[in-house]
């Protein structure tokens, strides 16, 4: 039976009996369990797609799909996801400081839409204890052959003026740890944190790094909402430049829930098809605008779809959504017809 198969017949309808963040739980730690052990992680690797490598910003990926920030929050499955055939996995979103995120329930499937909507809040471990993590693993030996990003958000109890400080101290911490980082100003789910896109925050902001990274030299990305206009995109395009941006990643969640039920709705990011129109369209400006590497992300679940997104200019792409519906099938899917 394929992959796509089993995932299909038993290991999703087991899943989805659970409540979202029950399911994503469980996963999480299967996949934590397996990452430790090199006899499972041997089973994983049945399901590894063919190479396809390709370099960008100076990190040379061993195909160009995935696995989308948040699934794997603080870090613990990262052999795990090379296993699987991931040619990149971005853990985070890290903050400075622990924080458990919004109450529960608090990730919402839509099926029919083959969509999601969380409002989790960057629930993680903290840069202290993430960095702790990853630092063992590098000790261990267990460290993957696949580029690992981190991505970096603002506390929740850090005020927006002191945003800067915030990031700076999970950057000192965490990038020296990480093959590349990100910058999450994008989130819905943290009050105030989009308002870092605008011009004047996000110069500050990308100063201050670009300060800080003279020392440790690691590419740096900016992932941006889909949300913005498409005259907003000007000036971040303008001011990644100026700052030495090794890319931007198009796009987070969406707060359009047009596609959505109104009884149905729910508060927060809405992620997976619908959203999938709305972030070729970011990625296809940004690319008429400059030649920045772009990361794709937003509504990934076939060949078609990440094609789609290569085509409108994008080097890289990642998943979240679409693995949940189809699973690992999915990664093999991608790398083989893309
Ligand atoms: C449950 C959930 C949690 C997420 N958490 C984060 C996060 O912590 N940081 C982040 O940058 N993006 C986060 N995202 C956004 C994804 O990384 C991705 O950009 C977005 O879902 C669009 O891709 P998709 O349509 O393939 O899911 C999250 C998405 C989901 C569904």
Not at 24 to 33: D, E, G, Q, V
Not at 166 to 173: E, P, T
Not at 313 to 330: D, E, H, N
Request: glycine content about 8%; charged content about 20%.
């Amino acid at each position: 039976m394929s992959a796509d198969a089993f995932y299909q017949r038993f290991v999703r309808p087991l899943l989805f009996s659970l409540s979202p963040e029950a399911a994503h739980n469980l996963a999480i730690r299967n996949l934590r369990a397996a990452s430790h052990w090199p006899a499972a992680l041997r089973q994983l690797e049945r399901f590894q797609p063919a190479p396809k490598p390709t370099t960008v910003f100076g990190l040379t990926f061993p195909n160009p799909v995935g696995l989308a920030a948040g699934f794997d929050k603080n870090g613990v499955a990262i052999p795990a996801w090379a296993a699987l055939g991931f040619g990149f996995v971005e853990v985070g979103t890290v903050t400075a400081k622990p924080q458990p995120g919004n109450p529960k329930p608090r990730i919402f499937r839509y099926p029919d839409q083959q969509a999601l909507i969380n409002r989790l809040g960057f629930n993680n471990d903290g840069a202290d204890v993430v960095a702790a993590r990853l630092r063992s693993l590098r000790a261990s030996g267990r460290w993957p052959a696949i580029p690992v990003g981190i991505n970096l958000g603002k506390s929740k109890v850090t005020p927006l003026e002191q945003a800067v400080e915030d990031y700076l101290y999970s950057f000192r911490l965490l990038a020296p740890l990480a093959d590349y980082i990100v910058l999450n100003v994008s989130s819905p789910n943290t009050p105030g944190l989009r308002s870092l896109q605008q011009h004047d925050a996000l110069e500050e902001l990308l100063r201050a790094i670009r300060r800080e990274n003279e020392t440790t030299a690691k590419p740096v990305l900016v992932k941006i909402a889909p949300d913005l206009s498409l005259a907003d995109l000007e000036p971040i395009i303008a001011t990644s430049e100026q700052n030495g941006l090794a890319g931007i990643i198009a796009t987070n969640t969406t707060l359009d829930h047009s596609a959505i039920p109104k009884r149905a709705d729910q508060t927060g990011g809405l992620s997976g098809v619908p959203l999938r129109e709305k972030s070729t369209e970011f990625v296809r400006a940004i690319r008429s605008r400059s030649q920045l590497p772009i990361v794709a992300s937003g509504g990934i679940c076939d060949a078609v779809s990440a094609r789609e997104k290569l085509e409108a200019g994008a080097q890289l792409i990642q998943v979240y959504t679409g693995y949940v519906y189809r699973g690992p099938g999915l990664l093999r899917s991608l790398t083989s017809d893309v």
